[in-house]
């Protein structure tokens, strides 16, 4: 009934920005936090930063001040801005997001996609 579409991943060299889009559809009521993780080959997914509805942010202390998180509540998206790409940051990264929809037992649920690979690679 709810699904979350990540878009906006690919190829870039060292150096280099992109932007991932997220959204959510379906018969949504609200949203709360809505979030970014990352998943590289053969590690533990594990949180990149987090959005609340009203605005306030927070990163993991390596990726503040390469990435930004941001959203458009009117259009239930999430947004990931990420500079200054790393190899390190090569990843499978997730959206997540507390919703509550039609079928949720009037309960907030996190709600995953099902992920975009980013490749940073010279």
């Known amino acids: 009934q709810v699904q979350l579409v990540e878009s906006g991943g690919g190829l870039v060299q060292p150096g280099e920005s992109l932007r991932l889009s997220c959204a959510a559809s379906g018969s949504i009521f609200s949203i709360k936090t809505m979030g970014w993780y990352r998943q590289p080959e053969g590690k533990e997914r594990e949180l990149v930063a987090t959005?609340?509805?009203?605005?306030?942010?927070n990163y993991v202390d390596s990726m503040e001040g390469r990435f930004t998180i941001s959203r458009d509540n009117a259009k239930n998206m999430v947004f990931l801005l990420m500079n200054n790409l790393k190899p390190e940051d090569t990843a499978v990264y997730y959206c997540n997001a507390e919703i509550l929809y039609f079928g949720s037992d009037y309960k907030y649920l996190g709600v995953w996609g099902q992920g975009t690979l980013v490749t940073v690679s010279s």
């Open positions: 959005i609340t509805d009203g605005g306030n942010t």
